[in-house]
DNA sequence: TCTGGGGTCCTAGGACCC
DNA sequence: TCTGGGGTCCTAGGACCC
């Protein structure tokens, strides 16, 4: 048996346990800029509020229903998550986080009873250590899991786990799901399939092979073979290397400032190598991407994208923030109004002592020290703490207005270090 | 006026090689 | 006038996920 275990409207709920004030109200969490929803309290979705929704859509019904909102606070949701991980972890042999709010989890050689037990376990744990509702669904394949954790958070009396092995049942259950909804089939397959007349889980289970290959490809035939109990996806306990970071942002109001962007560039730069040397990786190529304001140009969206290649594979942030800044600087076009810029990281592969240049001057091994030293600085006293100066000192580009307090990370005074 | 950010995998087509 | 076959690698774009 597989579980995912999934927090109930993840961002709302982390608000709610510092904040109480919160409980029982419609609360809606924004994405950066304030932009939309991202996260609905059940009340807020009660009222009719579509995720994705736009705020400036949104400000009659706020005020008239009294809809507590909030701006996104990553770091607040990111060490909740922590938490909410290491619980489940401690109660089970083995899990594979798969995004923010969810985990799947194996259940492999427990009995069915055993199985029951330790699923309502491991919810009321995790809401009394760390405060966060989670539904938890239980069946043969990750795809059947994902369906048997819907059944939770509609029905209260589940009480927030569900074993779903009975195969009469799970028909009954994929008869009533929308295609669209089914783990893996997006909108353009959905609209497809809809049209030809599969609109449930449970028709597009009774497909051939032959025939859900032709429409969707070797993707959708693994959805498929998933839904009828054979598993395709396997439980991966370390989470792979990336390989590829990226780090953007969409400004609040776009700049067609340079000195901006190129900072911008910068600090994306930075806290992307940052992540690298986390996982021990080295970049080949750096990708910058800018994309035009659609309110320029009679609504047409420009977008360019450059790829750097580099010499020799590195993680130094001085050496990726020196090409990027160089580059940009060269190529950002005057009068360009740039509403989303971003830097990529492509190219990845795992750091290893690596051969010197025929005409390499050196220095490398104090590049290592000083860049660890920058992130140990940064990991104790908060990311920023030590910047390279191309990056600027706090100027925001992207609005938040709804921010709640740093209730569990702290966030110390900006030191500037010139590190040039 | 105002609509997020970070990923992975697959496929098709072009360039290139022998 | 006639013009092969098989393979790899790379890139861009599509589709999907949370």
Known sequence: MIG???????????????????????????????????????????????????????????????????????????????????????????????????????????????????????????????????????????????????????????????????????DKILERIPVGDVWGIGKRSSAKLVTLGIESALKFKSES????????????????????????????????????????RTFSRGSSNHERVIEALAKFTAYSAQKLRAQGGVTSKVILFFYSSPFQNSGKVETRSIALPLERPTDNTLQLVKRVSSAALNSLTKGVVYKKVGVILSDIVKKTPLQPLLFDSGGCEKGDKLMHSLDEINAKYGRDSVVVATEGVDKRLTKREYLSPKYSTKWEDIIVVNCR
């Open 4 to 170: 995912l275990a999934d927090c109930n409207n993840f961002y709302v709920s982390c608000e709610r346990v510092f904040n109480p004030a919160l409980k029982g109200v419609p609360v809606l969490v924004l994405s950066n800029n304030d932009g939309c929803v991202i996260s609905r309290s059940p009340e807020a979705k009660s009222l009719g509020i579509a995720m994705g929704e736009p705020l400036f859509k949104l400000n009659a019904i706020i005020k008239i229903e009294g809809i507590k909102v909030l701006s996104s606070n990553f770091a607040l949701y990111a060490d909740i998550a922590h938490r909410v991980m290491n619980t489940i972890s401690s109660l089970v042999p083995s899990i594979e986080i798969y995004s923010i709010d969810e985990a799947f989890i194996n259940f492999d050689g427990i009995e069915r009873e055993k199985v029951i037990e330790l699923a309502s376990q491991i919810v009321s744990k995790v809401l009394k250590n760390v405060g966060i509702p989670i539904s938890l669904g239980l069946s043969y394949t990750k795809t059947l899991a994902k369906v048997a954790t819907t059944l939770p958070k509609r029905n209260p009396y589940l009480k927030g786990s569900f074993l779903m092995d009975d195969w009469d049942e799970i």
């Open 209 to 248: 092979s032959m025939r859900v290959n032709s429409l969707m490809g070797v993707r959708g035939v693994r959805v498929w073979s998933e839904l009828r109990g054979e598993k395709c996806f396997g439980i991966e306990e370390n989470s792979p290397d990336k390989k590829e970071i990226r780090t953007s």
